[in-house]
T-cell receptor, first 114, second 112 residues
Framework: DQQVKQNSPSLSVQEGRISILNCDYTNSMFDYFLWYKKYPAEGPTFLISISSIKDKNEDGRFTVFLNKSAKHLSLHIVPSQPGDSAVYFCAPLNSGGSNYKLTFGKGTLLTVNP | DADVTQTPRNRITKTGKRIMLECSQTKGHDRMYWYRQDPGLGLRLIYYSFDVKDINKGEISDGYSVSRQAQAKFSLSLESAIPNQTALYFC???????????FGPGTRLTVL
């Protein structure tokens, strides 16, 4: 049973335009949501996060939006740059548990074309 | 210098062999994790450790064992490797009470 779904395996956008990556979850106990970025031959790197008490968090070109009622979050990248081409993973967790275990989606491959 | 290092970076082995993957960190974090990634899938947790005396199974621990030799070192062993353990393996660390985990560069393991 997939608790975290990233339904778009891939996304292609033009440089300078907006990239929107989506993530849906089923576990209502998730209260903290992280996005990771992964380049080939490297480990995932933390990008941005949001707590369930917020509906938006912004860091430079990256903004994450959370809709708790819909159990949906999205990552917006604007303007998109070729260096943003990578796999993006949504990874929520239940911080109320003692283990802080991340649950990863399958990822979305973003390609930003020059 | 890398904060989380993994050795080896690539390994090819044969079915039935015992393999050890090693992870070291200089971040001073108490918590360490082992994940595997298969093509087209997200990362799945194998084992995690919250301190030197604490070891816990993740969602896919069968066929694996771990050893936490020190705060900075966490090793993953495949007792008798099988082809479906061919995957990318990642080590990660985190601070207690903080959700962000920091990943090593990964080990690509191929079991023939």
């Amino acid at each position: 049973d997939q608790q975290v779904k990233q339904n778009s395996p891939s996304l292609s956008v033009q440089e300078g335009r907006i990239s929107i990556l989506n993530c849906d979850y089923t576990n209502s106990m998730f209260d903290y949501f992280l996005w990771y970025k992964k380049y080939p031959a490297e480990g995932p790197t933390f990008l941005i996060s949001i707590s369930s008490i917020k509906d938006k968090n912004e860091d430079g070109r990256f903004t994450v939006f959370l809709n708790k009622s819909a159990k949906h979050l999205s990552l917006h990248i604007v303007p998109s740059q070729p260096g943003d081409s990578a796999v993006y993973f949504c990874a929520p967790l239940n911080s109320g548990g003692s283990n802080y275990k991340l649950t990863f989606g399958k990822g979305t491959l973003l390609t930003v074309n020059p | 210098d890398a904060d989380v290092t993994q050795t080896p970076r690539n390994r090819i082995t044969k079915t039935g062999k015992r393999i050890m993957l090693e992870c070291s960190q200089t971040k001073g974090h108490d918590r360490m994790y082992w994940y595997r990634q298969d093509p087209g899938l997200g990362l799945r947790l194998i084992y995690y450790s919250f301190d030197v005396k604490d070891i816990n199974k993740g969602e896919i621990s069968d066929g694996y064992s771990v050893s936490r030799q020190a705060q900075a070192k966490f090793s993953l062993s495949l007792e008798s490797a099988i082809p479906n353990q061919t995957a990318l393996y990642f080590c990660a660390t985190s601070d207690p009470g903080l959700p962000e985990q920091f990943f090593g560069p990964g080990t690509r393991l191929t079991v023939l």
